[in-house]
């Protein structure tokens, strides 16, 4: 199984600021990853796949970036609306599917 | 619009059964595949397994492999995700998912996701 670690695992910070979000695979997953957006009570929301293509819908402020093991989420100015947890998702083979324990942007 | 609905929430007993429901509309239910998703409290989610709404093909994670099934029902466009021998730790929000691409391929991104049902496992 490829496991996958996210860091930092709390982000503090503004609403304008930049958010810059980590996620590094075990092994190497190509381009095959996807970054969701949670927030409370809600269903995951997909933003980012193949590693940098943004999703239906989402503003141009997401972009995703990397390839092989390390990989990137930055929102370019936070909104308020985008104080959630982000979870990056890969999708390399059928061994399974995996998702990575979620960093927490809060509002610092 | 894309909609899954999904069934209400289980209270079951360690070793009990249960059956969630995924009722797609908004889209040809053939035509993608559907992927259960679940999230124990307070933590992260964990990808389950797929099935193939064109064929019933199914892939499931190795770790729930012969405790959970995944069907279609193409004439209600209903997904459904039964898991066996329930244990205290299968307690979780239970989601279904549909995958971004038509079929016959399999992303295994997921674009539009069911509202969660909510299985409590407790003695």
């Known amino acids: 199984e490829i496991v996958l670690t996210q860091s930092p695992a709390t982000l503090s910070l503004s609403p304008g600021e930049r958010a810059t979000l980590s996620c590094r695979a075990s092994?190497?997953?190509?381009?095959?990853l996807a970054w969701y957006q949670q927030k409370p009570g809600q269903a995951p929301r997909l933003l980012i796949y193949?590693?940098?293509n943004r999703a239906t819908g989402i503003p141009a402020r997401f972009s995703g970036s990397g390839s092989g093991t390390d990989f990137t989420l930055t929102i370019s100015s936070l909104e308020p609306e985008d104080f959630a947890v982000y979870y990056c998702?890969?999708?390399?083979?059928?061994?399974?599917?995996?998702f990575g324990p979620g960093t927490k942007v809060d509002i610092k | 619009q894309v909609q899954l609905v999904q069934s209400g929430a289980e209270v079951k007993k360690p070793g009990a059964s249960v059956k969630v429901s995924c009722k797609a509309s908004?889209?040809?239910?053939?035509?993608?595949?559907i992927s259960w998703v679940r999230q124990a409290p307070g933590q992260g989610l964990e990808w389950m397994g797929w099935?193939?709404?064109?064929?019933?093909?199914?892939n499931y994670a190795q770790k729930l492999q012969g405790r959970v099934t995944m069907t279609t029902d193409t004439s209600t466009s209903t997904a459904y995700m039964e898991l066996r021998s329930l244990r205290s730790d299968d307690t979780a929000v239970y989601y279904c998912?549909?995958?971004?691409?038509?079929?016959?391929?399999?992303?295994?991104?997921?674009?539009?996701w069911g509202q969660g049902t909510l299985v409590t496992v407790s003695s």
């Open positions: 099935i193939s709404a064109y064929n019933g093909n199914t």
């Open positions: 998912a549909r995958d971004v691409a038509t079929e016959p391929v399999a992303t295994n991104y997921f674009d539009y």
């Open positions: 193949d590693a940098s």
């Open positions: 092994q190497s997953v190509s381009s095959y």
């Open positions: 908004g889209y040809t239910f053939t035509s993608y595949g």
């Open positions: 998702q890969q999708r390399s083979n059928w061994l399974g599917v995996t």
